[in-house]
């Protein structure tokens, strides 16, 4: 065994991959669903031939929807968490075909599905990314959620493919048997499970009276206000492109995420937060001074880097992270709520985008994001000082042990010359004990 293998062995803790396959897969396949079905609710809304009034009924609906049912969902689910999410996938699955009956000529009827639409999002993604919280240890927990938020970037890209040589209705299908599928294989994954042990559930005004949870709550929130009130304005400067680079972003993401969540659990979460928003801070910055092609480039590279970091930190980790020991329901929803809620700033923003001023606007989005790391400074670290302190030691234990290695092969080689050995240091049976020695401890 090499050294190299020895590191990693110090370095990271074993990872229970079946234990944790079935949140994974859950996630995965949830947010998947989520960023195309939404897409495709989107499309299906603002292709409709009605009032515009009537499109920002629909819209606030399927928001208030998802407030609500995220909410109440966290509040009641987490007491059946493994039945409710069994049950939570399917109730996507019909929401997602129900898409094809949206027309303009029932209002009623639109605004039902909106409802439901929302709610089949929000009423079980807090228990999902809870859940994945709970199956995760704290210490590696940000690279399990690289991981996964790899997959799904390399998967978006694969579905965006798809959306490009199909029609809309084949788009819906295909989004339907994905999601009904993601459900048969979490109930095959999780049906040998056993169930978590029963956590004490804070109320909302306890958990948002923490002063940790307030000091990366307002940044995060923030940071989600700026994303998406920029993205009309962007798509007004870059055009048609502003789309294609959308997608492209994922594949940066699913090559940053894991690394991303690596670094979360060797060096602590709080600066990959940091460092996700100065890199979104130098995005904005550069895009006020860069041409239009320059500027293209460099949002696709800094935007996919931001939303690697991010993704694997600030959905997966932190919130579980400042949990602790409680139900985290909460805790997630506070944190996912302003990105799934944030979206409708773009909508409201669109129509009266074409008088703004890009660099005015890209200037001050930057001044704000370098602003929001103010509180960040403040904020605790979520990973717990012992665990970053044990891997630094047990680095340098390796490679002190690595150094006497060296020490000893150059010992048995000045041992050989003077016996006119020829063995390789190798096959000296004293150091290969004390190799096998050092192994074992590791």
């Known amino acids: 065994m090499s050294f190299a293998m020895i590191s990693i062995r110090a370095n990271r803790p074993k990872i229970a991959w079946r234990a944790t396959a079935p949140s994974i897969l859950l996630v995965i396949n949830s947010f998947i669903w989520y960023i195309f079905t939404y897409a495709m609710f989107v499309k299906i809304v603002d292709g409709l031939p009605m009032l515009q009034t009537d499109k920002m009924v629909l819209y606030t609906t399927y928001y208030v929807s998802v407030a609500v049912s995220a909410i109440v969902g966290s509040k009641f689910i987490s007491r059946i968490r493994i039945p409710s999410l069994g049950l939570w996938p399917f109730m996507g699955t019909i929401a997602t075909f129900s898409l094809i009956v949206i027309s303009s000529g029932n209002m009623l009827t639109n605004v039902a599905l909106a409802i439901f639409l929302g709610a089949s999002i929000g009423v079980g993604l807090p ?3 809870s859940y994945f919280a709970d199956s995760t240890s704290i210490e ?26 199909v029609g809309q209705w084949e788009v819906i299908a295909a989004l339907t048997i994905w999601r009904f599928f993601g459900g048969i294989s ?45 993205a009309p304005v962007l798509e007004q400067v870059f055009g048609e492109d502003f789309a294609i680079i959308n997608i492209l972003t994922y594949a940066i993401i699913g090559v940053v995420a894991t690394i991303a969540g690596l670094f979360a659990d060797l060096v602590g979460r709080k600066r990959i937060v940091i460092a996700g928003f100065i890199m979104l801070g130098i995005e904005y910055a550069a895009l006020s001074v860069f041409s239009n ?5 460099l949002y696709l590279f800094l935007d996919g880097v931001t939303w690697g970091l991010l993704f694997s930190v600030f959905f997966m980790a932190i919130w579980g992270d400042l949990g602790e020991n409680y139900e985290k329901e909460k805790y997630y929803t506070l944190g996912g709520l302003p990105f799934l809620l944030a979206g409708f700033l773009s909508i409201i923003i669109k129509p009266n985008v074409s008088g703004v001023n890009s660099i ?32 630094e030691l047990k680095s340098y234990i390796e490679k002190a042990q690595k150094e006497a290695a ?14 006119g050995d020829t063995r390789s240091e190798f096959e000296d049976e004293d150091f290969e004990e004390k190799l096998k020695e050092a192994e074992k401890y590791y």
């Not at 590696?140 to 040589?165: D, E, H």
């Not at 049906?191 to 307030?214: D, F, G």
């Not at 602003?371 to 717990?384: K, N, Q, S, V």
């Open 127 to 129: 228990s999902c990314l």
């Open 140 to 165: 590696n927990r940000g690279f399990i959620g690289g991981i996964t938020w790899s997959i799904v970037g390399f998967t978006v890209l694969i579905f965006a493919f798809l959306m490009t040589i």
């Open 186 to 230: 979490f109930l095959v994954l999780s049906r040998k499970h056993k169930k978590l042990s029963t956590q004490k559930a804070l109320s909302y005004l306890e958990v948002i009276r923490k002063r940790e949870i307030l000091l990366y709550l307002f940044p995060w929130i923030m940071f989600c206000i700026i994303n998406f009130a920029e």
């Open 293 to 297: 092609s320059t500027a293209m480039y």
């Open 360 to 391: 005015a606007a890209f200037s001050i989005a930057s001044f704000f994001l370098f602003l929001a790391i103010l509180p960040l400074m403040y904020a605790p670290e979520t990973l717990p000082e012992k665990n970053i302190k044990e891997r």
């Open 406 to 419: 060296k020490v000893q092969e150059k010992d048995v080689k000045n041992e050989q010359r003077e016996n």
